[in-house]
């Protein structure tokens, strides 16, 4: 039998000699002697590492194999994305063909080929693997997980901080040709203002666009190292690098390694793993087994908490959480795994300790999943890059998570699509009826021309006077919101609230409970942000409803026709954010295909809309405070977390210092800043003119029908039969 124990115990379990005895509760002279005479080691002997290190006999006969294989996984249900991928370009094929040989130029049929066509592009945008970010504090282990992962050492690694840009690994399959045989590429966004897209890169202008360098998986030493030649020269010129690997998890997803968080060098790494994540679906957190969840770790995974859009929805079968992993790395050095459980439990326990009051209860309703303490706590794992009982559950967990994804992501979509396409094929039905009745009653078409067209004055002035009422009204709102919030702050930020605090969660004068209760201190105000957001943003929905159906009743119990509501939903349509008005568009649900399966369907999906209605997906607080309060939260923390106090009244010293480092750091005036920004993107969204463009373009459609002849009808319904046999 060949076993070699020192190599085993080395270079895979990563041991001292006293560290492995304890584990094999033997004394320090039996392994010696094992190591030196491997002959001694009988199979019962064997058999007995293998139980205490979690490696099976076969694979301690075989280490050297085992220790990196890639971890596997069955892609066999991707082939529904496949399939759906395949159809999307049929469809889109046929668009193409009939547009190409269709009889008629009008602006209706136009209107309703692209309309049919944004449906499709927007589904075949949302086909994708999803990517798996790995966040934590710098020396967690991230890029040593992914190599795990894929079985080979491709992501720098070390004990010192390491990776200074983001880096994705991706399948082989998905390597553009334009790489040829390269297997790596550094890159940056090549559209001033807009963040990097990775998919993009099989788009060859956009792939010349981005490239800075490609080459081998030495690039990622070259820029990603901060011994690497043009770490300092690149630094900000190179936003990420993509590897190109042949691993079976690959198939997938995309992993994502970002840099670590707390770089004392370097505040533009924790700006950049703030920020990376926002492109992540699955999130793995990574904090050292011997050091876990501690100061800085609970400020960066609340923050995860409030951004990340859940996979579960309380239909799908998915767990709570389903996509967040809170991973206690390097879990070998712990020395039973009766401490290891109690590590995972306590990181747990105090990461619910410093949530604010109700917050599972909060996220409960605005999801319509429970969630609790537990739930939470289940997402808690451990990992070893070389025992694999220790990294089993993780691996587990995850494992069924993707291959779970396509289907999901599948039905999501073909749902979503049936929804759009159901909506705008009563408007097909609805517009060929109309012209089968203009055809019969030409008059009809003309008289309803006529009237859309002297109502144009008072179109433009009731729609300036609603813009105008708009823009005050939403002025009214930021300024009260504002107010809110700082005496919310003030309300906090006191020395009598900070010592009740302490009494009532029982601080003591000591490190960790300082951290907690800055933690607490700063989760709070962002709770407290939320709810105002949430609150201005409930009112200017009413307000929209009750004035826009105001409107509307005005015009239609007269000679008007146009409908205004139509048309203030319609200058939404492509918007990248609503500000204030997220509340207004998540209750918009089915009005009908003018809105809802137009390039709009996309932005609200992306806010977890779906085409029936919904709630928008991510927290306001996340959409308006960016990384700047996670800095914010860190610099207080670990400015005055470590201060040493004494006495008996330690409570009312530390309580003035924590005032002092918040009017140090104007944390008050940050958040009213960052409040004024999200009210100054609802501004961004208010357009009289977009208003009356809408109303022009109803007015040309309306004067095309008037002046059809009847074979043009008949043209324009055979055009307009042709998209429904498509649908």
Not at 219 to 228: N, P, T, W
Not at 662 to 683: C, F, I, P
Request: charged letters at 25%.
């Amino acid at each position: 039998m060949n076993f070699d124990l020192r190599y085993f115990r080395e270079e895979i379990l990563h041991q001292t000699q006293s560290e492995f005895a304890n584990v094999m509760e033997k004394s320090q002279n039996t392994i010696s002697r094992w190591e030196k005479e491997p002959k001694s080691i009988t199979l019962d002997i064997l058999d007995e590492i293998a139980q205490k290190s979690g490696y099976s006999v076969i694979d301690l006969l075989n280490i050297e194999n085992v220790s990196r294989k890639p971890w596997k996984c069955d892609s066999s249900n991707a082939s529904c994305l496949i399939e759906l991928t395949k159809e999307l370009n049929t469809k889109l094929a046929q668009l193409k063909n009939v547009r190409k040989n269709v009889q008629t130029e009008s602006l209706n049929y136009t209107k309703y080929i692209e309309k049919l066509s944004n449906i499709y592009k927007h589904s075949f945008k949302k086909i994708h693997k999803p990517t798996i970010a790995f966040l934590g504090n710098s020396d967690v282990g991230k890029s040593t997980l992914i190599n795990t992962l894929i079985g080979q050492e491709v992501l720098p690694s070390g004990w010192t901080p390491i990776t200074s840009l983001s880096i994705y690994v991706k399948h082989i399959e998905d390597k553009p040709k334009y790489l040829n045989d390269d297997s790596a590429i550094v890159v940056s966004s090549p559209l001033k203002g807009q963040p990097l897209n990775i998919d993009w890169l099989t788009d060859e202008k956009y792939f010349q666009a981005s490239c800075i360098e490609s080459g081998s998986t030495a690039l990622l030493e070259k820029y990603g190292s901060r011994e690497g030649k043009i770490y300092k020269e690149k630094l900000s010129e190179a936003e990420a690098a993509v590897v190109y690997v042949d691993a079976p998890i690959l198939k997938l997803c995309t992993l994502l390694d970002l840099p670590g968080f707390g770089t004392s060098d370097d505040v533009n790494d924790d700006l950049k793993a703030a920020e990376g994540k926002e492109n992540a679906d699955i999130y793995v957190y990574m904090s050292l087994a011997n050091a876990f969840m501690r100061g800085t770790d609970i400020t960066y995974l609340k923050d995860i908490l409030d951004r990340m859009k859940p996979f579960e929805n309380g239909q799908n079968g998915l767990d709570p959480l389903s996509n967040l992993f809170v991973v206690a790395s390097q879990a070998h050095v712990v020395s039973s795994n009766e401490e290891l459980n109690k590590i995972l439990s306590d990181g747990a326990n105090r990461m619910n300790r410093v949530l604010p009051e109700n917050y599972w209860l909060a996220r409960s309703e605005y999801y319509n999943v429970d969630y609790t303490n537990d739930s939470f706590t289940k997402r808690f794992f451990s990992f070893s890059r070389d025992n694999q009982t220790l990294t089993s559950s993780f691996k587990t967990n995850l494992i069924h998570l993707l291959e779970t994804w396509p289907n999901l992501l599948c039905k999501d979509l073909r749902n979503e699509q049936s929804q759009a396409t159901k909506l705008l094929t009563d408007e097909l039905n609805a517009e060929i009826k109309s012209l089968q009745s203009f055809r019969k009653n030409k008059e009809e078409a003309v008289e309803y021309y006529e009237k859309l067209k002297a109502e144009k004055q008072t179109v433009y002035k009731k729609s300036e006077e609603f813009v105008n009422n708009l823009e005050e009204k939403i002025d009214l709102y930021r300024k009260q919101s504002i107010v809110d919030f700082k005496d919310a702050f003030d309300r906090i930020i006191n020395e009598d609230s900070i010592i009740s605090i302490i009494k009532q969660k029982e601080f003591k004068n000591r490190k960790k409970d300082k951290e907690e209760l800055q933690n607490y201190l700063n989760n709070t105000l962002k709770q407290k942000l939320d709810t105002i957001c949430h609150r201005y943003s409930s009112k200017l929905s009413i307000y929209l409803h009750e004035q826009l159906e105001q409107l509307n009743v005005g015009s239609m119990s007269g000679v008007g026709t146009f409908d205004y509501k139509r048309a203030f939903i319609s200058t939404l349509a492509g918007l990248s954010t609503y500000g204030a008005l997220t509340a207004y568009v998540g209750t918009l649900g089915n009005l009908g295909g003018y809105i809802l399966v137009t390039k709009a369907v996309g932005v609200l999906s992306s806010l977890g809309i779906s085409v029936g209605g919904g709630a928008a997906a991510t927290t306001f607080v996340a959409a308006i405070g960016g990384p700047i309060t996670i800095i914010i939260g860190v610099a207080v923390l670990t400015g005055i977390a470590a201060s040493i106090i004494t006495g008996r009244n330690w409570g009312s010293k530390f309580a003035s210092q924590t005032i002092k480092a918040y009017k140090q750091h104007n944390v008050r005036e940050t958040y009213t800043g960052a409040l004024e920004n999200w009210w100054n993107e609802t501004d961004k969204a208010i357009n009289k003119d977009k208003m009356i463009a809408d109303y022009e373009e109803q007015l040309a459609e309306a004067e095309e029908k008037a002046n059809y002849n009847e074979e043009e009808c008949i043209k324009l319904e055979s055009a307009l039969d042709d998209l429904l046999n498509i649908i």
